[in-house]
């Protein structure tokens, strides 16, 4: 697959801005563990290749375990999650399937967030979630391949 543009240079503000979206979400306070594990469920039901390769080689930098990179697809029926990542997953993936209920992110899927993050670090899955999530449509939309390791 080859990309359909490069938006760096065109968007330029747009990419910085959303560079700074990301260092806000990196000091949020949310484990970067978890972080990654989110990004990569978010890409992983997005369709986005890029942002897979991407989230897993670096959740594979940070020492993440291959059984967990392997298992996130299916993390609610394998025993290698946290009750809190488990919490931020079904929040992820709720706030990535909107349309899909008619809740929206339904109230005990927020509740269980919630009464494992305070409201920093709660505020910050929030924006990890959105950004993953506009991430991918950027690169979906463009065709951005993944890249080659």
Known sequence: MQARMNVV?????????????ESYINGSGVPQSTLELVRLRVS????CAF???????????????????????????APFYT?????????AEAATRIADDPAGVPDDV?????????????A???????AINAWNRINVTVRNPAASS
């Open 83 to 91: 009750d809190e990542e488990r919490a931020a997953l079904a929040l």
């Open 124 to 130: 910050g899955l929030v924006m990890a979630i959105a």
């Open 44 to 47: 992983q039901i997005n369709g």
């Open 9 to 21: 240079k065109p968007a330029a503000d747009g990419y910085k801005a959303m560079l700074a979206l």
């Open 110 to 122: 927020w509740n269980d967030a919630a009464a494992h993050y305070d409201e920093k670090t709660l």
């Open 51 to 77: 942002c897979v390769n991407m989230h897993a080689g670096d959740a594979k930098k940070a020492g993440e375990t291959d059984e967990r990179l392997w298992s996130v697809a299916a993390w609610r029926e």
